[in-house]
């Protein structure tokens, strides 16, 4: 079955630095790709997405771009402030007649002063 | 602006008891889902639905049932609750093919 792979967490970064979040899928067809964002006590919200092979998502800084050769959504930013601490999901979505999104386990980032 | 709200926010059951996790969205949305979130395992789809009327089981169905009696409400029911549903459950809906979903803010739920 369909299926997200993201690195573990967590990652610990300092302010300022390079992130970059780990995506691998598994999936028949041409699913839709997302990436979500969880901050401390609230609901997932959508950071970026991408629908077809090369899209680049990008907001708030973030950007993820998918491959289809190599089946990946990695999350990169290339300033993290400490605002960016949160658990971020990739996800995909499984196609128009279930709409069902499967979710990659989370990785917590971390970004200390 | 509600968007899609959960309650309640915490509950602690003992085993055995049943209770209903209530979820509404105000966005006329079709579809909704509900999930439950544990450490190390993401977010896994216990139930979802395509319209009112309409539900199906998703990954962990369960233990859990659902109803989808209006477009607004999708409420998520635990029967006799065991130790193993404790868990931060999320309902989630969105508009027909976009991909986004909109969260609740989550239920927190521990069987004792």
């Known amino acids: 079955g369909n299926s997200v792979t993201q690195m573990e967490g967590p990652v610990t970064l300092s302010e300022e630095a390079f992130l970059t979040i780990n995506c691998t899928y598994t999936a028949t067809g041409y699913p839709s790709l997302f990436w979500y964002v969880q901050y401390p006590g609230e609901g997932l919200q959508l950071l970026l997405k991408a629908t077809k092979a090369d899209d680049k998502g990008s907001n708030k800084g973030f950007e993820a771009t998918y491959r289809k050769e190599t089946t990946s959504f990695h999350l990169e930013k290339g300033s993290v402030q400490v605002s960016d601490s949160a658990v971020y999901f990739c996800?995909?979505?499984?196609?128009?007649?279930?709409?069902?999104?499967?979710f990659g386990q989370g990785t917590t980032l971390q970004v200390k002063p | 602006n509600a968007g899609v709200t959960q309650t309640p926010k915490f509950q602690v059951l003992k085993t055995g008891q049943s209770m209903t996790l209530q979820c509404a969205q105000d966005?006329?949305?079709?579809?909704m889902s509900w999930y439950r979130q544990d450490p190390g395992m993401g977010l896994r789809l216990i139930h979802y639905?395509?319209?009112?009327?309409?539900?199906d089981q998703g990954e962990v169905p369960n233990g859990y049932n659902v109803s989808r009696s209006t477009t607004e409400d999708f409420p998520l029911r635990l029967l006799s609750a065991a130790p193993s549903q404790t868990s931060v459950y999320f309902c989630a809906s969105r508009q027909g093919n976009t991909g986004e979903l909109f969260f609740g803010e989550g239920s927190r739920l521990t069987v004792l």
């Open positions: 966005m006329n949305h079709e579809y």
């Open positions: 639905s395509v319209g009112a009327g309409i539900t």
């Open positions: 996800a995909l979505s499984e196609g128009s007649n279930t709409g069902k999104l499967i």
